[in-house]
């Protein structure tokens, strides 16, 4: 977990609530608990049992229930109040007002519930941020020593969720993984496009669809660092970009962020970076939110659940 302790001693500053959905997961319950003992942050459990020293809420009995029913349907105008109650008795819908009402900084869920029902209940009740329309993931990538420089780490997206993204989805991956890197990397982002192609190397309409999502980005977010069409390797090595791109490029050569025109290369990217590599990849972590929504893989482990529920509320 050497990537995020720099995520972790700041965490241990002021401890915050994360909500964990999924109650009844021994693994949730197990990094509940070390949340908690190890000062990290406030662990907030949905579900009807009781854990000593850790705050537990049953949605079923809750409170919370009628405010929340009551908060959800005033943003939906094709569900009553009876309906919206009936919905946020559910944990994901429940973990999810709480988020947006502030009752707690982060969701942590996927231990027990596929992505795709995370990613509804997200969107259905803390909602995208303002400008950005596609729900994505990132991976934190941390390199142990990246060409003989020692460490390094990188934002990779999309790697888990858009598995064929359009230009204008992609350009709202950039920029949410641009948001995401500017609070975990300290460093300014650094966003390259990436393609089987460097600018203009190859013709293909799956290099004018990168092309296109960097123009509409660069449109969206004029003061970004982001470029491309980059070949990966002219993306990371200075020596390799400065043989293949022409002219400047705030990126080329120095990338920190990388955009995956698929769900196949960034998968197969993250995945090889990890292996061949030695790299630890933490995630993947849901992006584009208006406050943090973070999944998990079902196989997840207590440290991975650990490690997403720190850098989730390093987002916040």
Not at 17 to 46: C, N, Q
Not at 137 to 162: H, M, T, W
Not at 282 to 296: E, H, R, S
Request: charged share 25%; proline share 6%.
């Amino acid at each position: 977990m050497d990537a995020i302790q720099p995520l972790i001693a700041k965490a241990k500053e002021s401890p915050r609530r994360v909500v964990l959905p999924e109650g009844a997961d021994g693994r949730i319950l197990e990094a509940a608990r070390r949340l908690k003992d190890d000062g990290i942050a406030e662990p907030v459990l949905l579900g009807p049992g009781a854990v000593d020293g850790i705050s537990c809420i049953d949605p079923e009995t809750s409170e919370d229930l009628d405010r929340f029913a009551e908060a959800y349907a005033a943003q939906s105008a094709k569900i009553d109040a009876k309906v919206a109650r009936r919905l946020v008795r559910k944990p994901l819908y429940f973990a999810g007002m709480m988020v947006r009402l502030s009752d707690a900084e982060a969701m942590i869920a996927g231990a027990a519930n596929p992505t795709r029902r995370v990613i509804e209940a997200g969107l259905l009740t803390v909602g995208l941020k303002d400008g950005i329309e596609t729900p994505s993931s990132f991976f934190l990538i941390a390199v142990p020593d990246f060409q003989g420089q020692g460490p390094k780490s990188f934002v990779f997206a999309d790697c888990a969720v858009n598995i064929d993204p359009t230009a204008e989805e992609l350009a709202d991956i950039a920029l949410a993984s641009a948001a995401s890197a500017e609070k975990l990397l300290g460093d300014q982002p650094r966003v390259a496009m990436l393609s089987f192609s460097t600018q203009g190397s190859a013709s293909h309409e799956r290099v004018a669809k990168v092309t296109r999502g960097l123009e509409i980005a660069k449109c969206r977010a004029p003061g970004l660092a982001i470029d491309g069409e980059f070949q990966a390797d002219s993306a990371l090595i200075a020596a390799v970009a400065a043989n293949k791109v022409k002219g400047k490029s705030p990126v080329a050569g120095q990338a920190n962020v990388l955009i995956f025109p698929d769900l196949d290369a960034g998968n197969i990217g993250y995945k090889l970076t990890q292996y061949f590599g030695q790299a630890q990849a933490v995630g993947p972590v849901l992006q584009g939110f208006a406050k943090p929504v973070a999944d998990l893989s079902r196989g997840a482990s207590v440290d991975d659940i650990i490690a997403t529920a720190v850098v989730a509320l390093a987002l916040a």
